[in-house]
């Protein structure tokens, strides 16, 4: 009860005291005028509302740690790849990994920072959450921090256009899918909001009480959500090519450019003296990465870590293996010369197409990745 009402204290009774980019706690604060006149931008607002459907899920794979104290920034910053000073100004929520002496990633997260000026918010793989809560003890001698999981009092949520991924991560203010919108929401008093830092048409990351529905909230505060299978922001996620947790990245096998941590936001070339960190490892020109794939067969007859062959059998080792499955897509970590030569490939006895992901940045491109095709959904 101790640890409830403490999150509770953080998540629902204090107010913002500073104004963060893409970061609040929504405020239960009511307009008293009901006569005053709806401005232009709420106009607008209340018609993308209207127009644009959202599907809220429960991402039940994830859980959350907080890290409160006055050193907890201090203490998180000399442990992870991106710089989390920049949640006192410039950022409130970043995408960031933990790394092992050898530079490989253990674990990956997204860092929060709520109105509650000593605490963080750490959101990982669920299955990783004790692993990850171990390996902070272990450094946490001589700071004044304290790490304590909030599993059984929060939860993660996604807000999200499935369709959005159609027009990528720019440009999306002229989308027909635009999800603008959701970063003006205000749904009332304890529950946190975030856009993904990751990518755009990941929607919004949200962290509220277990005992309330999202979804209804969404509801109630006028956005229209739509129903979706179940496993439908996984999907979304490999059609992006977006990895996430031990089971997809690995636990101390993938360095963080190969998982496209460079392109995700989750790297800090600057920065330098964290663990895991050597002069130029982030800097190296990577040949495996983490590519969507199109199953052209019964992808059933699959399991994840199966090797992935050249179709045309002129390549004796693998040129990928294969990080996930869901439904018609799927992750595999690729060598990319391989692909750049023939995208078709085959998992077991199923034909496979590698496709870019429609955010890839434009030096990407520039390395002939750009005559691949991007996934149609």
């Known amino acids: 009860m101790a640890s409830l009402t403490v999150v509770r204290q953080i998540l629902g009774v204090r107010r913002l005291s500073r104004v963060f980019s893409n970061l609040r706690f929504s405020s239960s604060t009511v307009e008293d005028d009901e006569d005053e006149e709806v401005s232009p931008k709420k106009y607008k607002t209340q018609q993308a509302m209207n127009a644009h459907p959202v599907v809220a899920e429960r991402v039940k794979t994830r859980s959350v740690l907080a890290v409160s104290g006055r050193d907890s920034i201090d203490f998180l910053n000399n442990l992870t790849t991106n710089e989390l000073h920049h949640l006192n100004n410039e950022a409130s929520c970043v995408h960031t990994y933990f790394l092992n002496a050898k530079g490989r990633i253990i674990h990956d997260a997204l860092v929060y920072k709520p109105d509650d000026e000593d605490t963080l918010f750490i959101e990982c793989d669920i299955s990783s959450l004790q692993a990850l809560q171990t390996h902070l003890i272990m450094y946490r001698a001589r700071t004044n921090v304290e790490i ?25 203010q002229d989308s027909l899918h635009d999800t603008s919108f959701l970063d003006d929401l205000d749904l009332g008093g304890n529950i946190l909001l975030s856009r993904d830092p990751r990518m755009w048409p990941l929607g919004l990351r949200i962290l509220a009480p277990k005992e309330i529905d999202v979804a209804q909230s969404l509801k109630i505060a006028g956005v229209q959500i739509t129903d979706a299978p179940n496993g439908t922001y996984k999907s979304v996620r490999y059609k992006l090519g977006v990895a996430e947790g031990n089971a997809e990245i690995g636990y101390g096998r993938s360095l963080p450019a190969e998982i496209n941590g460079d392109y995700t936001n989750a790297i800090c070339l600057s920065k330098t003296n964290y663990t895991g960190w050597a002069p130029g490892a982030l800097k190296k020109i990577v040949e495996n990465r983490m590519l969507p794939l199109k199953f052209h067969g019964n992808p059933s007859m ?61 030096e990407v491109k520039a390395a002939k990745i750009d005559d691949q095709k991007e996934i149609s959904i």
């Open 302 to 362: 699959v399991s994840a870590n199966s090797p992935i062959t050249d179709k045309r059998g002129k390549k004796r080792s693998p040129i990928g293996y294969l990080r996930g499955v869901q439904g018609l897509f799927g992750l595999g970590l690729m060598h990319i010369p391989s692909v750049l030569m023939d995208r078709c490939c085959v998992v077991g006895k199923v034909e496979t197409e590698c496709v870019r992901p429609p955010w890839w940045k434009n």
């Open 148 to 172: 304590r999981s909030v599993e059984q009092e929060v939860s993660v949520w996604a807000a999200y256009d499935p369709l959005e991924i159609d027009c990528g991560a720019e440009n999306t």
